[in-house]
């Protein structure tokens, strides 16, 4: 097992760890049903961490690819799409709100924080993930994948 799936396995059980608090938390009604949209959320990004762990280091990038594996790319392609946007939409949501009533000085922190990771997670949707563990080459990754599974998008 390397390293890539080491953290995107951890960060799957960090994810399911979160929706399991969520879930166990006790609000009231309004609050729990909130608590059940994120553990949702959590629980879909579990899945997309897992994928990521996993997807980047079977292909064969050598090989033509056949019609399961353009399919399954395809798949995947657009289902991180609808993850990471609808993350991104609801974490740039939070921040947007956070204008709106005026982030205070002792929520600053919190408030850069959700921006960076709407921003992050329209660029993982947008892009998806390279080799390395910098943004440095997922422009460049997407460029081949396209190229190889013949998406125009």
């Known amino acids: 097992m ?3 799936k080491i953290i995107c396995g951890s960060l799957a059980w960090v994810c399911v760890a979160g929706a399991a608090g969520l879930l166990l938390a006790e609000r009231d009604q309004v609050g729990q049903v909130a608590n059940m949209f994120f553990a949702g959320i959590c629980i879909l990004l579990a ?7 996993w997807w980047d280091d079977a292909v064969n990038d050598n090989a ?3 019609r399961t594996e353009r399919i399954a790319a395809t798949t995947w392609l657009w289902t991180r799409r609808l993850l990471c946007w609808s993350a991104a939409l609801v974490f740039l949501g939070v921040a947007v709100s956070m204008i709106f009533t005026g982030v205070a000085l002792e929520r600053a922190t919190v408030f850069f924080s959700v921006l960076a990771l709407g921003g992050m997670s329209l660029w993982v949707g947008l892009k998806g993930g390279g080799h390395v563990k910098s943004m440095s ?3 460049a990754v997407h460029a081949e994948r396209r190229k190889r599974y013949g998406w125009w998008f």
Not at 47 to 53: A, D, E, I, S
């Open 2 to 4: 390397n390293g890539h």
């Open 47 to 53: 899945f997309v961490f897992v994928w990521m762990g």
């Open 64 to 66: 033509e690819p056949g």
């Open 137 to 139: 080459d997922d422009a």
